[in-house]
């Protein structure tokens, strides 16, 4: 059973135009985090929060931003995607923040047009 | 801050062939060290993780990987490779204080076995 599930899977927006990518998790963790990965590139994290604490990474564009209504959800909106922002994106829980486990998400690839 | 190198972009190995992906890292902390397995269009799956004891750590798929302290290093290997082993690799660390716990990653080895 999948227990990161990320939707969608595949994502198409246009330049410019707001678009929020969605996790959810089924292990009650505390932690969530969001990576982007460019083609060829390892995961660069975004952000993550802890319960309800955001934490930023200090060389996140503004342009991306987090949300997290409740334990089991996690949303990334990029206000205003730009060509550069085309990649896959990749949502990960832990149940802690050291020494545990990341268990990631199936990943949304996502393109501007 | 800690920092990964994976020191081969491609590895091509024949099918039951050994294989060794190298890792390096740095860190001025101790650390925690794992290896992902990341499949086409998929997220990450962690193979194995070391984070204290014994050095060499096994883990999911017939892989292994062994701690080396004083050469900052933690390789992964398998003695028997299979196709269904052709995926993408990333080595990342961990610090193991609170402020440095952040996961890193290195730029990952493609492996391709062939038949």
């Known amino acids: 059973d999948a227990m990161v599930i990320q939707n969608p899977r595949y994502q198409v927006t246009q330049f410019g135009k707001p678009v929020t990518l969605s996790c959810s998790q089924t292990?009650?963790?505390?932690?969530m985090y969001w990576y982007q990965q460019k083609s060829s590139q390892a995961p660069k994290l975004l952000f993550h929060?802890?319960?309800?604490?955001?934490?930023n990474e200090a060389d996140t564009p503004d342009n991306f931003q987090s949300r997290r209504p409740n334990t089991s959800f996690c949303f990334l909106d990029i206000r205003s995607p730009g060509l550069g922002d085309a990649a896959m994106y990749l949502c990960a829980t832990s149940r802690g923040v050291l020494n545990t486990e990341a268990f990631f998400g199936q990943g949304t690839r996502l393109t501007v047009v | 801050a800690q920092s990964v190198t994976q020191l081969d972009s491609q590895v091509p190995v024949f099918e039951e062939a050994p294989v060794e992906l190298r890792c390096n890292y740095s860190s001025s902390v101790s650390v925690y060290l794992f290896w992902y397995v990341q499949y086409p269009n998929q997220g990450l799956q962690l193979l194995l993780k070391y984070l204290s004891g014994s050095t060499l750590v096994k883990g999911i798929n017939g892989f292994e990987a062994e701690f080396n302290k004083s050469q900052t290093s933690f390789h992964l290997r398998k003695p028997s490779v299979h196709i269904s082993d052709t995926a993408e690799y990333f080595c990342a660390v961990s610090g193991s204080n609170q402020g440095a716990q952040k996961l890193v990653f290195g730029q990952g080895t493609r492996l391709t076995i062939n038949p």
């Open positions: 929060y802890y319960d309800k604490d955001f934490n």
């Open positions: 292990l009650n963790h505390n932690v």
